[in-house]
């Protein structure tokens, strides 16, 4: 296993399915399997249900009668609008207005919070924020998060907790789950409806096998880390830093991205003011010097992250994410493109060190469920 320094409590599961547990911000996770089937995990999880351990993602509770002026320094989104029991998207600037993070932000009491992010700074940025305020800030490293994600994963949920099917999209509610403590949310990471259980190191592992015991009938599979890379493909869902230019730079400047040119805009509660970097941030729009926009190229072959797009012979752009998808039979990518880029119909050419040159057409994003009424469904 790599050297890490978080460790999840399912290592002997992730291992038993043959997974060398590469790291991922500081824990070893289960990018992927020796065992099954990536296309099958991820037809599981489009058409009935999957499990993942999405452990590594980093949990940080903010408590106390500054916690909400924190969390509003530090993040894009009112939290005067966020009310307990209710949880929403948000993400981090720098004093550039650059993006530095992604995050779900959890309202669990008028004066206490979770904030759950990925690799990037959030946890730095909120403990900048907090400096001279009456506020506590804590790292859970106890709290694990297992991730069940499809359609048929609110078919199983309730036959052991009682009103989960009413839960709104972005809800989370406190309840137990097979006789242990369990915060579960109606949030996720595949564009489908599904729900994250948060649950003590300790409970883990039964609830893990306990879930994919009785769910096998259902159709319930175990998923690798990287199956995520097929949905969110998909959803438009993007995976710091795998989509940003802390992975792909600039040729003449530093890192950092915009909102407007990552197309996360959208983060920012209207008229905002008073987030880390927003005067940089407003400044910039209209300036972007690219677009993450999406590709729908030819054929079933699938290019590398970072093969370069060309048009006309000189490269504009390149994919940071591409799948193909055997339900939908389609070919497609998440690419950084020229702002003139950004439409349906351009066509261009990805070049794959492996398959050679691809045709490609420029295309808006979401591929699917483009209302987003599968992760939102009421019934």
């Known amino acids: 296993m790599t050297n890490s320094w978080r460790f999840s409590t399912l290592i002997d599961r992730h291992r038993a399915l043959g997974s060398d547990l590469e790291d991922w911000s500081g824990m070893g996770t289960a990018w992927s399997y020796s065992k099954g089937d990536p296309d099958a995990e991820y037809m599981a999880i489009r058409t009935k249900a999957g499990l993942m351990d999405v452990s590594g993602l980093k949990k940080v509770h903010i408590t106390g009668p500054a916690a909400s002026h924190v969390i509003e320094r530090a993040t894009t989104r009112n939290m005067e609008k966020l009310m307990p029991g209710r949880s929403v998207y948000a993400t981090m600037l ?4 650059k993006f530095v993070d992604d995050c779900v932000i959890y309202r669990l009491a008028p004066n206490a919070f979770m904030v759950v992010h990925g690799s990037g700074q959030a946890h730095e940025q909120l403990t900048m924020a907090a400096t001279g305020r009456d ?112 992975m792909y730079p600039f040729e003449d400047e530093g890192p950092g991205d915009t909102l407007w040119e990552l197309g996360l805009d959208f983060t920012v509660s209207p008229g905002k003011t008073g987030f880390r970097g927003a005067e940089e941030h407003y400044r910039l729009k209209g300036k972007e010097r690219f677009k993450i926009w999406g590709l729908k190229l030819e054929g079933k072959n699938v290019p590398g992250n970072g093969a370069p797009v ?25 690419a950084r493109l020229p702002v003139d880029c950004a439409n349906n119909g351009t066509k261009l050419e990805v070049r794959c060190g492996t398959h050679g040159p691809i045709a490609a057409t420029t295309h808006s994003m979401p591929f699917y469920d483009i209302k987003k009424e599968r992760r939102t469904a009421k019934d």
Request: hydrophobic share 40%; charged share 20%.
């Open 94 to 97: 720098n004093d550039a207005g």
């Open 310 to 334: 060309f048009r006309d012979g000189k490269q504009v752009g390149l994919v940071t994410q591409a799948m193909y998808s055997p339900l939908n039979d389609w070919n497609i990518a998440i």
């Open 135 to 246: 506020v506590s800030i804590r790292f859970d490293d106890n709290l694990h998060d297992l991730s069940l994600q499809g359609p048929m994963a609110v078919e199983y949920l309730e036959k052991h907790v009682p009103g989960i099917r009413a839960l709104p999209y972005f809800a989370q509610m406190q309840t137990s789950l097979f006789g242990k403590p369990a915060m579960i949310s109606r949030t996720g990471y595949t564009g489908e409806r599904g729900y994250e259980l948060f649950v003590r190191g300790q409970d883990a592992p039964m609830i893990w096998d306990r879930i994919l015991e009785e769910g096998k009938g259902m159709g319930i599979i175990p998923c690798r880390f990287t199956t995520l890379d097929m949905l969110r493909t998909e959803s438009y869902l993007l995976f710091f830093p795998f989509d940003n230019s802390e």
